[in-house]
């Protein structure tokens, strides 16, 4: 079992940057792919990006057009997300989620341990 518990977001203006950290229970998450997803009304759980165990390969959906970087230090057992030229349209619930695989999929069916994700709202 590994228990995720994400933090660093809160109120940003539009513009504004914010890093997200996902920090794991168990050394084991070197073990495990990881990715963020966001949920908002409405609009439904989507995904943000995400990072294989080892951290040499990256995906990121779309809409981040480069705004967004993932990154994860295996030795503190925590997965970051770099937020920059934050727009209104990413206020949501932002979660991290891990499977233990080398790589990771866009899917959230695919994961098995979820954070209780962290508010991330961005006034215009």
């Known amino acids: 079992q590994v228990l995720l518990v994400e933090s660093g977001g809160g109120l940003a203006q539009t513009g504004d940057s914010l890093r997200l950290s996902c920090a794991a229970s168990?050394?084991?998450?070197?073990?495990?792919?990881v990715a963020w997803f966001r949920q908002s009304p409405g609009r439904g759980r989507e995904f943000v990006a995400a990072?294989?165990?080892?951290?040499?390969?990256?995906d990121y959906a779309d809409f981040t057009k480069g705004r967004f970087a993932i990154s994860r230090d295996n030795a503190v057992n925590t997965v970051w997300l770099q937020m920059s030229s934050l727009e209104p349209e990413d206020t949501a619930n932002y979660s991290c989620?891990?499977?233990?695989?080398?790589?990771?999929?866009?899917?959230?069916?695919?994961?098995?341990?979820w954070g209780q994700g962290t508010q991330v709202s961005v006034s215009s």
């Open positions: 989620a891990a499977v233990w695989t080398p790589y990771p999929t866009r899917k959230e069916e695919d994961y098995d341990f």
């Open positions: 168990e050394r084991t998450f070197k073990n495990h792919a």
């Open positions: 990072i294989s165990r080892s951290g040499d390969s990256t």
